[in-house]
């Protein structure tokens, strides 16, 4: 059974900057693709960021440039940094992590709050 928990979440000045942890528990950690979505309140989740099982990234042109993804499969985490934060990026960040085409493990959520 697959486990994920988020940490570091917090609040920040635009500008600022934070960083995501997310702890896996479970097996074969290495075999999952990872991602970092984010709900902002009455908004749709979105996909910020994902690694693949090669170390591949992914993200979309809103956090291009300023979120960075990685991972450390010797320790089952994934970080997810963000810089030069704006006010616009607050919401509940959520790790996950899928072998197929779907992700469907999911954590808990940490909130991040970016003030201008």
């Known amino acids: 059974q697959v486990q994920l928990l988020e940490s570091g979440g917090g609040s920040v000045q635009a500008g600022g900057s934070l960083r995501l942890s997310c702890q896996f528990s479970?097996?074969?950690?290495?075999?999952?693709?990872m991602g970092w979505f984010r709900q902002a309140q009455g908004k749709k989740r979105e996909r910020v960021a994902e690694?693949?099982?090669?170390?591949?990234?992914n993200y979309p042109d809103s956090v291009k440039g300023r979120f960075t993804i990685s991972r450390d499969n010797a320790n089952k985490a994934t970080y997810l940094q963000m810089n030069s934060l704006k006010p616009e990026d607050t919401a509940v960040y959520y790790c996950?992590?899928?072998?197929?085409?779907?992700?469907?493990?999911w954590g808990q959520g940490t909130q991040v709050t970016v003030s201008s």
């Open positions: 996950a992590a899928r072998r197929g085409y779907d992700f469907n493990y």
């Open positions: 479970g097996r074969t950690f290495p075999s999952y693709a």
């Open positions: 690694i693949n099982s090669g170390g591949s990234t």
